[in-house]
């Protein structure tokens, strides 16, 4: 058990130093993507012709902020193993112009991206992440910032001035909600940050897409070293569990897939998203590579299989009457197969077959989510992407707490459970 342990807290501090360098998609992405570099793939762009060979190793990227790797054996393969993650998380997107200077500070103009809550990202130390567009040497260039260090707070309104605000309180945007950067008429304008971190100056700056980041640091803690909190949990767990099986795996009988998506939390309509066709496209340049013709990778994709992996709700230590009666996965519990009967999730009786037989093989548990039947569900990846890819797919995800606060938590245990899992799934 000792051994174990030590493996389940090396995970946990590699996710959280995961977490940590991936501030934004872009940043998760470009991490992703030169880890599978490191792991001796080639990097393939969309705008090139592709020249594939067997037995070698791909990634490819899009929009900066998605990826795909693929792996194809050296003998011939008859289906694909996919595994589906995401990148983003929800935050707060700085507008442009954003500075108001009204009264005697400065605030940022910001609006809601994906379904937050929004009380978690008051009072504590923010700062900013993303992707600036420089106009250098001729060429429109990206590059990433991650300033690391605190910037911003969106101060709470004093109790004394808002008697009410624990009996509960709808929650603003434009009003409540803008962070606060400096004092009116100071040296250092928003953009002057944004140039200084881009190493460029202000007039090269054509374009940005920033967000705010919670620089609350993740840890393990608990009486046994139990519970694992970090920001943006949903989704880097999943995608940094599901990169570590898929490295681990032989990947020598099927066409292996990583693919790691943006814009999941605003509804994935978008060219990097699962509702685009960016893994459509990637499998279909894959078999016109290998000769394939399109009834061979129609007869591909429906041997194919695919894992969904976005993070689960776990049963609430003092809300547990809002889980349904029956399924209520649990911290450490294992990986958690998710149903909808309106098809939020795609699992079937029989991809949840298999995926129950893939994690016993593998000596991983299992546990299953359903909503309460009286509440509404969110979605995910698998019911979307597989509107362009119709793969059989199961939805899975790992267990945790407070999904889509500024500060999740969920299970030292679980991380490990889906690495061990998604490396049998690309045996």
């Not at 304008?189 to 090269?204: L, T």
């Amino acid at each position: 058990m000792a051994e174990n342990e030590t493996v389940f807290e090396e995970i946990s501090r590699d996710l959280l130093h995961f977490i940590s360098k991936s501030p934004s998609p872009y940043h998760a992405a470009r991490g992703i993507k030169a880890a599978f570099v490191y792991d001796r793939a080639m990097e393939l762009r969309e705008e090139d012709d592709w020249t594939l060979e067997r037995g070698q190793k791909y990634v490819v990227t899009r929009n900066g902020s998605a990826v795909i790797a693929f792996t194809i054996p050296q003998e011939e393969a008859r289906d694909f193993r996919i595994v589906a993650v995401h990148s983003d998380s929800p935050t707060f997107r700085i507008k442009e112009s954003p500075e108001i200077a009204d009264g005697p500070y400065v605030r940022l103009n910001v609006e809601q991206y994906g379904g937050m809550i929004m009380s978690t990202w008051m009072d504590r130390p923010l700062s900013m992440a993303g992707r600036v567009i420089v106009y250098e040497n001729g060429h429109l260039v990206p590059k990433l910032i991650a300033p690391g260090r605190p910037l911003f707070v969106i101060p709470s309104l004093a109790i004394h001035m808002n008697r009410e605000v624990n009996g509960g309180y709808a929650w603003n945007v434009q009003k409540d909600l803008l962070p606060l950067f400096a004092m009116k008429g100071g040296p250092i304008s928003f953009m002057d940050v944004v140039a200084a971190e881009a190493h460029c100056k202000k007039e090269d700056i054509y374009g940005h897409d920033l967000s705010l980041v919670s620089l609350v640091p993740g840890t393990v803690w608990g009486a046994d070293s139990s519970f694992v909190s970090a920001p943006r949990l949903d989704d880097l767990q999943c995608a940094f569990a599901a990169f570590r099986g898929y490295t681990m795996g032989a990947k020598e009988q099927h066409i292996s897939v990583y693919a790691l998506f943006d814009n999941e939390e605003v509804g994935s309509g978008t060219r990097q998203g699962a509702g685009g066709t960016f893994l459509h496209d990637t499998l279909v340049r894959i078999a016109e590579a290998l000769g394939l013709s399109e009834a061979k990778l129609l007869a591909m994709l429906s041997r194919s299989f695919m894992i969904s992996a976005d993070n689960a709700h776990a049963v609430h230590p003092n809300y547990a009457s809002e889980s349904d009666p029956v399924n209520r996965p649990t911290l450490n519990g294992g990986i958690v197969i998710k149903y909808n009967a309106q098809q939020k999730y795609c699992t079937d009786g029989w991809t949840a077959a298999v995926f129950r037989r893939l994690c016993e093989e593998a000596k991983v548990p299992v546990q299953v989510f359903t909503n309460r039947s009286d509440r509404l569900g969110g979605s995910t990846l698998g019911n979307i992407s597989i509107q362009k890819v119709p793969v059989p797919t199961v939805d899975v995800g790992l267990p945790q707490l407070a999904m889509h606060s500024s500060y999740e938590t969920a299970g030292i245990l679980d991380t490990a459970y889906f690495v061990t899992a998604a490396a049998k799934f690309f045996e």
